[in-house]
């Protein structure tokens, strides 16, 4: 079995970085987080230090590293502020006393968290300038989501196959145990285990049919801190059982959950909870009984409640059976439209997963309204590292500046200020059930992640659901000198073209948020009209006079979903941001930017500048050779041969249909196909 | 096992209507197709007489029908003219004598044909009116080409199932023969049993692997005159040997192929040769080795000659990975320009089998110049039974009348009059080995065909290939009155609506003769653009002054391939027989048509006049109801549901995407969405 430790790949320290305390770890905590924490500093210090390390159980003389639990640590008070019991249970801090170092963390879970930082410090020789160092995570729940199928598939997965199943069969070995290391590494605390489509033998997964082989997996991640979760069938109780029904207040469907549940944790006692997506793209769910979705959720919230499960319930509900002549239905509209009314009547152990932006994670969207609407109702952000849309882990998309965008919109949920980020921490509504969730990019590949500067978008994901405030800067500095080179003239290279490549896919993507112009079922690669006059509620309406969306009030309404002042904003189309303007309205190809360019011209030359961009970092990643690891540099390149294929495929299709669509000719002359 | 006899469902006879010598059949020859004879005489007299029937063996005195084989029999003068032996030996004549009726024919095949000929008259209540009938097929081959795989699908399938494989076994039953039964009945003489895309698992039915279960197969079709064949791989050597390579001209290949074929004639003596599809969508063949298409053909001829083995050889060999923004290659040009340099190279048991169109089966194309090109070398017309671009068996398109005027149609290739039938049926250059090949439209439905009306295209194939003189609308009257009902009341509704059914197809679908229009891949519904800039060479060139592919001496030149006056007439926009303009021309939207309308309002017009056609159809069959068996009324009822919805999904994409490109309102305002 094939497979890169990525940024565990520890290298051995230089002598002069060598502290003597480094070779003298002190575990003064019992437990098996807390072994796990030691064995992981062990791991670590045998490749930093070229030697092993034992482990001491009790204070020593000379100087050491002491890792402890102190359930009464307190933080700096300025710190602590608005900082809920569960936020601060995941803290630690790392100190200097005397010559020894000090992690210390309140709970067990926060140990192992304070020793990975603390090696991962050692590692990137940042560790004494950052002492002492307090870390107080941004979320309380930082969440993967696997798509991955029991057949071994993985829906939208571009890294190979399922390393967690195959055949319907459950899989363990030595790759389980480097995944579940590297997801701790990051700060990972909950894992759903299989894809939110849950098909019919995935339906079994919390039977005896596999909860042997799931608790397996569940104790592994209990060792490193992480809850286990498993996506649902709504309809289990009539696929698995012989309850007639799935309708959520009927007495024997709430039976036969019990029933189920009270099984499951017999088994799995550390169980985090269930993920449902329901009445979604043919999922079952309690619209077919005339139910809420709160109803829906609020039934499993109850059967889990007494051992201490969530339900994360998915707010990606929308008409996938629109006809493309209907104007008035927006899909955009429709998660707010389906959960706005229910806020408040979803139980304590509820949380409602909602996707970025309104539709399915485009290159650009507008933030969710939901964020700014929802108050009484415990919420978490839902991204994608797998790059279904943004390039499938073939073209080069760093994710954190589009997700730092997010987490930065404001929504006035509370006045100026309520921020995406503060109302998913909790910090404004003070909820401690939520957080964010990431659609995972990993699959069997060597490198996991198909390509590999696409595990900068794993790793990432992790780094900023820990700290939201680190920059996408320093997540793709960190990143890069753990995975592939410390040396700066590699990190010079790939900082800024991670940090650019969001921009770069843009620019030869659909334009300016109207999205959707993908081959359609793949996701990869163009077809302008590829969604046009399909079911999916996903057009551009492109004529021969313009292009766009009117999703104002004269349109479909949607621009009302946000709090001022962004209702007006988006409605006008002067003050529109212009990334986001053909999301919100129909404009004239003749239409001028603010950059003086009118619409199609724009449309021109950013395709053109997408390409030159994609040449560009093509470029960039040849001077690398040599000076990162072979392997990589030969996937990186591969790739990026293939980007380039893309991206001249996106530009040269884009303009020629629009080019055809309005017959006005490129300001510049350039070569636009007719 | 559910299935229909379709036409062969004798019904009872009126008392009025039989005649004593129906009781009374003799057979006249032995052999065991002579036997098949006979047992389907007595099959369907035990229907229509509703009592059993003995044969008799020798002349009797009383009326009685005669089946003899007599290969001296002396056809008309003025039929044998220019008729070959192959011909005539496939020919059989029906006459009375005193009371009794003669069945004569000069083989055991051609008196099967008789008595199947004479069966169908009795039962249409025609038999006396054309006594004297004397037949003599047009065409030598009338072969079935299967799409069938052996995982038990079918390739461009739409009713059911293969009843030959399922999952990778070979199939036997009474379906089997049932099968064999209808085929014979339409004069069909060669089967080839599985897809032209042969993939890894059948590669091994020429082997021992499947090879006795092939021959049962075999032994079935020859008791009723019919040859198998079988489509193989071109790689065969490498994939099932261990030569390494597959060029046609290295010694090992052939000695591969000799050693494969004379164990295949040893379990099957009677085996009727292969189909071969090479260099073509992925599949292998001799451009690999830099061999021409008559180096490979050649080469398995040459392997199969002592056996008397044939090659049937496809045409349809293009460039599949084409680039949209090359307006130079044309895939319309491929076959002539692979083939036609090869004129009069191919050994004597070579067939080239040529697709109608230049294209792929689409809805309207020009007949393929290649019919008109070569002159020394074996030929036979591909035609698709299977409705892939035409409804796929759910629309109603009853292709009779393409196939008509597919043969009739003047390739000048030696002056005036050399029509296609004459080509394909030898009777130009005077080939044996040549015909008409369809791709059948079978699977394991119970009405084998999907759509009940969809088998009138299964049995006109047959009708037609045995008789092209036939009229469609003959054809179509006699299918219903065997299928259906013979009521007057309910051929009055079909034959017209069968008869004008292509027509209101091509109305709803793409304009013109441009074609492919269609769903990518499903090839079913409307996608204007899902092949626009696709690699497959079907392009439409649409933009906002017009649309079509100018395949003029100024564009791709294809008129080039043909005879004249075609030539001129193809390439002159005022000349260009307008069903073809757009497969020809580029032409602006407000271009006057011979009608009087412009290009943009025929679009407008046919597209709702075909929904029209289509609710006609709809409302006519509803008064068939209690008139036509149970459950062919509610088979076709639900298919005209479904064509009155892709009728309208056809006529609102195609009318809106014009609108949307060019402006120009419709003259008669009706609805086209914005």
Redesign the interface.
Known sequence: MNYTKCWLDYKKLPEEKIRSSYSHPVLLASGEIAETAAKEYQMAMKEMLGESVEVCYEIMEEPSVCMEVDPEYSFPEEKVKNQSEVILNQSFVIYEEEESVIISGRTEEALLQGVFAFLRMVQLDNLWENLPYCCIPSMPLRMMNHWDDMDGSIERGYSGRSFFYDNYEILYNDRTEMYIRLMASIGINAIVINNVNVHEKETYLITDVYLNQVKQYADLFARYGIKLLMSVNFAAPMELGDVPVSDPLDTEVVKWWEKAVAHLYEVIPNFGGFLVKADSEGRPGPFTYGRTHADGANMLAKVLKPYGGIVVWRCFVYNCGQD??D?KTDRARAAYDHFMDLDGTFDENVILQIKNGPMDFQVREPVSPLFGGLKKTNMMLEVQIAQEYTGQQIDLCYLIPMWKEILAFDTYGEGEGTTVDKVVSGKTYGQTNCGIAGVINTGDDENWTGNDLAAANLYGFGRLAMDTGLTAEEIATEWCRLSLSDSDDVTEVVTPMLCGSWAAYEKYNAPLGIGWMVTPHYHYG?????YE?DRWGTYH?????GIGVDRTMKGTGYVSQYNEPWCSIYADMEQCPEELLLFFHHVPYNYRLKTGKTLIQHIYDTHFEGVEEVEKMQQQWATLKGKVPDRAFECVEERFERQLANAKEWR??VN??F?????IPDEKNRKI??
Chains 1, 2 share one sequence.
């Open positions: 493309w002549r104007k163009p077809d302008v009209d590829g006059y309406r492109a004529d021969l006079h040269d299709r020629t249909y080019y055809r669509k309005c017959g196909y007719e």
